[in-house]
């Protein structure tokens, strides 16, 4: 099992920036797969940002809305990945999730963060 705790979510306004943070435990050690997604009221979820690791080789994939607006990072000692996202607009308000998988499907996910963009 992997437990994936998602924090950095709140009010920001229109323009402003954020960054999110999700620290993963348990057993991680086989996970190559961490990313984002978000879901807004009504929506589907959907892809922000995702590292996928295949052996030495690390792919970065955004999602259309966000390309140029966020970064995906990941710091493997903490165990940790992050989104950085700036120029927020008010389409960017959602639940944001965090997924960890194996391969290419999420198997494991966050509770959620609000993170709500104020116009």
């Known amino acids: 099992q992997v437990q994936l705790v998602e924090s950095g979510g709140g009010l920001v306004q229109a323009g402003g920036s954020l960054t999110l943070s999700c620290a993963a435990s348990?057993?991680?050690?086989?996970?190559?797969?961490m990313g984002w997604y978000r879901q807004a009221p009504g929506k589907q979820r959907e892809l922000v940002a995702r590292?996928?690791?295949?052996?030495?080789?690390?792919?970065?994939a955004y999602g259309d809305s966000v390309k140029g607006r966020c970064t995906i990072s990941r710091d493997n000692a903490k165990n940790t990945v992050y989104l950085q996202m700036s120029s927020l607009k008010s389409e960017d308000t959602a639940v944001y999730y965090c997924g960890a998988g194996y391969g290419q499907t999420i198997d494991y996910w966050g509770q959620g963060t609000q993170v709500t963009v104020s116009s």
């Open positions: 590292i996928t690791r295949e052996g030495n080789i690390k792919y970065i």
């Open positions: 348990g057993s991680i050690f086989s996970i190559n797969a």
